[in-house]
């Protein structure tokens, strides 16, 4: 039985994954599109957290900018009843 050990640290792997840093016992040999393509898999998927602070900073800015359209809006209405 041969036991594999994380690259980093030399701790014994109990499975894929090193229990001290997390890195995945893997080839390292991939090709470069499916390297690109698992980074942006754990970038994007749903229970990631890049992904919800980008969520809610588009919701901030969609309610700020309605916010300025509506204060924008108010000023023209004046602006041609005043006339």
């Known amino acids: 039985m041969t036991s594999e050990t994380c ?3 030399d701790t014994p792997l ?15 040999d991939q090709v470069f599109t499916q390297l690109i393509g698992e980074a942006l898999g754990d ?24 916010l300025c359209l509506m ?6 209405i004046w602006q041609v009843t005043a006339l």
């Open 7 to 9: 690259p980093n640290c």
């Open 14 to 28: 109990n499975g894929q994954y090193c229990s001290n840093y997390g890195q995945r016992q893997g080839r390292y």
């Open 43 to 66: 970038l994007f998927r749903p229970d990631a957290r890049v992904t919800k602070t980008l969520f809610k900073y588009v919701i901030l800015a969609t309610v700020y900018f309605s």
């Open 71 to 76: 204060a924008l809006l108010a000023n023209f």
